[in-house]
């Protein structure tokens, strides 16, 4: 995604649009969701030639596909995303001293859009996606999807008290071998 700016020379005020469609790179979202590799992205951006460099501004359109965090059903939707970002010329020097990020720079007359799309998107995915709010998601005990059955549930007994669970079933054997000891010495 790298746009020549040389057309815009050192000319504050100077201006250019950008309305172009491109394939998304690689590793355009996090785990659970993203851009699809390859899949088109709309750009419609205004390139403007300022005192320090090149501001890009306007949105990139993209299809979001991923899957719910919660029942791992799929997601698929598209969103707008605002970009706003300055590419410094090179001999350019920040008033607090600071250098600007090298990738926000205007290299041999072009800009590398890429790891800024890349931010932009992946800072508007949600953290956590879900299919709808009220997805219920999946059984914790079996993967069951809670959402197809309401009312479902397992019989969970605390693990402080499984030692104890054993102790029934140990105590009646012991007093039915216990009462049978008696009765076989009040034979004899």
Same mark, same amino acid.
């Given at each position: 995604m790298i746009f020549n700016v040389k %057309?815009? @020379?050192?000319?504050?005020?100077?201006? &250019?649009?950008?309305e172009e469609h491109v394939p998304a790179p690689k590793d355009f979202g996090v785990v659970l969701i993203g851009v699809q590799e390859g899949s088109p992205v709309e750009l419609d951006l205004r390139l403007e030639a300022v005192h320090e460099g090149i501001l890009v501004s306007g949105i990139? %359109?993209? @299809?979001?596909?991923?899957?719910?965090? &919660?029942?791992?059903?799929p997601i698929r939707y598209?969103?707008?995303?605002?970009?706003?970002?300055?590419?410094?010329y090179d001999d350019v020097e920040l008033s607090d001293g600071e250098e600007p990020v090298e990738e926000h720079r205007v290299d041999?007359?072009?800009?590398?859009?890429?790891p800024?799309?890349?931010d932009a998107v992946v800072t508007s995915l949600p953290f956590q996606p879900v299919c709808r709010e009220d997805c219920e998601g999946l059984c914790s005990e079996c993967g069951a999807r809670l959402a197809d059955d309401p009312d479902h549930q397992h019989e969970i007994l605390d693990p402080r008290w499984s030692a104890l669970s054993g102790l029934t079933g140990t105590a009646a054997s012991s007093d039915a071998a216990a009462s049978t000891e008696s009765v076989e010495r009040e034979e004899s």
């Open positions: %057309d815009l @020379g050192r000319s504050p005020g100077s201006m &250019r649009t950008i990139a %359109d993209v @299809g979001i596909v991923g899957e719910c965090g &919660r029942c791992l059903d598209s969103s707008s995303i605002d970009v706003q970002e300055l590419f410094y041999r007359d072009s800009i590398d859009l890429e800024v799309l890349r």
